[in-house]
């Protein structure tokens, strides 16, 4: 891969400055072709980007497709379909005191902004947040990760050819060139990947007060209830954990079970592994299994495995030369255990037994919140208890890894594990600044003529009639705790009531017809 040279960075931000300066994506139909261009820089080399993917990740031909191909089409094609709703100022909701003022909020692009690709999803989190900032109007330096060379040069050559050059420039490189990028102004940054070097990047951006949407991620738990369908959940999680092999952050990191129920689960995992990966598709040899992305990362999780005190259910063969970790379980594993320390990021998955659901609750509890916290139940009291006591980016219940490719969820941290949110609409909105508007007309001086000096008495008064809001009657002290309000049980009743009457008007109505004829 052809690093961008530092001396041409200054200049490519300075183009960039002037692209945006030019005013050309004040056209949302400019927009449009610039968003449609890009998706054909996937679709047109779909195939190439299979082939880089397969490169950098030893990544399979269908999670390519399912995973980052296909979903980076779809991200455009949304971008492109929604671009005007999305960009249509908005009017605030209706108030009797300002109406006459004619307020409405803006849709307008904060500038120029830098993206920083992560290497787990080169593709899907470059073009996906691409996509967003032209449809907010913004001119986009995108810098890709150096440990995956096959996609990030191949992006680097495509950009020019698809996209104007004035709005969308590629700088590929190391962390010279990634510092480098951080000594600039940027209007916004979005940045994917590990906490250690979020900190950076909000650091350098700190200094320039620039706004910063950062998707790091951490250890996402898996909490499991006996009462769920034990099969689904074994092969949604094992998928889950496998899938890339297991460098995504939402993967499952690790799974909290009820101690009596852990065997049981341990064995559903490994008769899914058996089918996932019968003899003639081991995945030490087939081309259906990811492998780590460098030396390093295979060093780090190789470490994280060697030193577990807990009990291998079924993996645990590795081989340095290719990079490869076999999909590997380990139950009985402690909270102090190597693989409780840090993110596995790889496709290792320890069982953590506990008591029940209320000491997973506060093992969560006592960590990070995490990226994703799933919950597999077939009990919806036992979801929710989880989930309403428990803070995390993500609340899943039955289904691992795919919400941040559902259209309509933000996609987000919270506290370590990121910040902000992004995804479909979620991107337009990170990359606009929302700009409030009045166009307020001479006569609502009559009625407002009390805000001018001198300050009298009379219209201290008027003022106070005016805008001071009537509260509702003073509460004679606080509600008990967890009981629902009158309003809504009444209006919950209201429901069941209509309902009750209008089946039994249907049924008079069926019976009287059934009657006349």
Known sequence: MEFTPLDQIDKIHVELRSGFNSGKLKSLAYRKYQILQLGYLVQDNAERFNDALASDLGRPTLENNFLEIGPSIGDTKQAYQNVEKWSKPEKPAFSLNFTAMRPVVRKEPKGVVLIISPFNYPLWLTIGPVAGA???????????????????????????????????????GSIPETTKLLELQWDHILYTGSGRVGKIVAAAAAKHLTPVTLELGGKSPVVIDPNCDLETAARRILWGKV???????????????PRDFQDTFA????????????????????????????????????????????????????????????????????????????????????????????????????????????????????????????????????????HPGVDGLPFGGIGPSGSGYHTGKYTFDIFTHLRASMDSPSWVDKILAARYPPYTTKKVNAVRKLLFARLPARPSGPPPIGVASGKKRWGRWFLVATAIALASFLTKRSKALTGSS
């Open 134 to 172: 032209l449809a907010a109007g913004n001119a986009v330096a995108i810098k890709p990760s150096e440990n995956t060379p096959a996609v990030s040069s191949l992006l680097a050559e495509l950009v020019p050819k698809y996209l104007d050059q004035d709005l969308v420039r590629v700088v590929n």
């Open 243 to 257: 899938a890339n092999a297991g460098q995504t952050c939402v993967a499952p990191d690790y799974i909290l079970v």
């Open 267 to 402: 064995d559903a995992l490994k008769n899914t592994y058996d089918k996932f990966y019968p003899e003639s598709a081991k995945p030490s040899v087939s081309g259906a299994y990811a492998r780590l992305i460098t030396p390093q990362a295979f060093t780090r999780v190789n470490a994280l495995l060697k030193g577990t005190k807990g009990t291998v259910v079924f993996g645990g063969e590795t081989d340095e030369a290719t990079k490869y970790i076999q999909p590997t379980v380990v139950k009985d594993v402690q909270p102090d255990d190597t693989l409780m320390s840090e993110e596995i990021f790889g496709p290792i998955l320890p069982i953590v037994p506990v008591k029940d659901i209320d000491e997973a609750i506060a093992f969560i509890n006592a960590r990070d919140h995490p990226l994703a916290l799933y919950v597999f139940s077939s009990d919806n009291a036992v979801k929710a208890k989880v989930f309403d006591n428990t803070q995390s980016g993500a609340a899943i219940a039955n289904e691992v890894l795919i």
